[in-house]
């Protein structure tokens, strides 16, 4: 049986673009100080939680903030969860 031709197809270029290429500047790593402060608002949260649980009756602050202390403590550790989106 005869073999079929081999078609060759033309090679493909890229059309030229009209902007030039700008380069994206490479981010570092985070400061350490960032970090510090990322894990220690997580951690003051998780802290205020635990403590408003163990001796609100003995905290006046605590214990006129009522129910308050639950967004507080939560508040703290989504900041700091919100913070390891820019972590590095």
Do not use: C
């Amino acid at each position: 049986m005869p073999k079929s031709k081999v078609r060759k197809k033309a090679v493909y270029t890229p059309p030229p673009d009209r902007r030039t290429p700008v380069r994206a500047k490479a981010a570092g790593p985070s400061h350490p100080v960032y970090i510090t402060v990322m894990l220690g608002l997580m951690l003051l949260g998780l802290a205020w939680l635990v403590v408003y649980y163990l001796a609100s009756e003995q905290i006046k602050v605590m214990a006129d903030l009522g129910a308050w202390n639950f967004a507080i403590g939560f508040a703290l550790m989504i900041v700091g969860l919100l913070m390891t989106m820019r972590w590095r």
